[in-house]
T-cell receptor
Framework: DAKTTQPPSMDCAEGRAANLPCNHS???????VYWYRQIHSQGPQYIIH???NNETNEMASLIITEDRKSSTLILPHATLRDTAVYYC?????????FGTGTRLKVLA | SAVISQKPSRDICQRGTSLTIQCQVD?????MFWYRQQPGQSLTLIAT?????????ESGFVIDKFPISRPNLTFSTLTVSNMSPEDSSIYLC???????????FGPGTRLLVL
């Protein structure tokens, strides 16, 4: 079973920030949090990952709580092309267990 | 990132037949994986493709049904044997790019079994 829990769906207005939460309350000290997205049955696309510090790249920001039990992926200015299923994964061994993810719909 | 290709991109097969899916990476990688994504579902790990030794299968997946080859560090194949309609899925390979440790996925092979 997946070790992370995410809301099944979210809507976001185009141009606004999309904040996608993830709970990973059983994460252990050497496990990273990874975020991927899958656009209409294409292969999942890597977005960002982190261990305990907040991270930012050209696609998104990742905010990890101090106790590491949850995180939030932030897409700062969502576009229609960001409509996808977003997966949060915790892993320390390269083996990924995918949950059901969050289906993000960006609305015009 | 990594450039990963899969062949075929899609296929329609008859039950009882077998299909071999190829995964090619643009550079040498240590770790390669095979996943299945059934219609409307999330991804499930089938096995780790090990170079020079037998693949390591996850619970619920067996070598007789999903034989895997890994002849070198840039290539792997997954065969779906004796297919039934329940095998209709998207099959994806992935590789680990080090030192970041992140996985990159191929575009997937869409299989429909009639």
């Amino acid at each position: 079973d997946a070790k992370t829990t995410q809301p099944p769906s979210m809507d976001c207005a185009e141009g606004r920030a999309a904040n996608l939460p993830c709970n990973h309350s059983t994460i252990s000290g050497n496990e990273y949090v990874y975020w991927y997205r899958q656009i209409h049955s294409q292969g999942p696309q890597y977005i960002i990952h982190g261990l305990k510090n907040n991270e930012t790249n050209e696609m998104a920001s990742l905010i990890i709580t101090e106790d590491r039990k949850s995180s939030t992926l932030i897409l700062p200015h969502a576009t229609l092309r960001d409509t996808a299923v977003y997966y949060c994964i915790e892993s320390g061994t390269y083996k990924y267990i995918f949950g059901t993810g969050t289906r993000l719909k960006v609305l015009a | 990132s990594a450039v990963i290709s899969q062949k075929p991109s899609r296929d329609i097969c008859q039950r009882g037949t077998s299909l071999t899916i190829q995964c090619q990476v643009d550079s040498q990688v240590t770790m390669m994986f095979w996943y299945r994504q059934q219609p409307g579902q999330s991804l499930t790990l089938i096995a780790t493709a090990n170079q020079g030794s037998e693949a390591t299968y996850e619970s619920g997946f067996v070598i007789d049904k999903f034989p895997i080859s890994r002849p070198n560090l840039t290539f792997s194949t997954l065969t779906v044997s004796n297919m039934s309609p329940e095998d209709s899925s998207i099959y994806l390979c992935s590789v680990v790019r080090e030192p970041q440790g992140t996985q990159y996925f191929g575009p997937g092979t869409r299989l429909l079994v009639l």
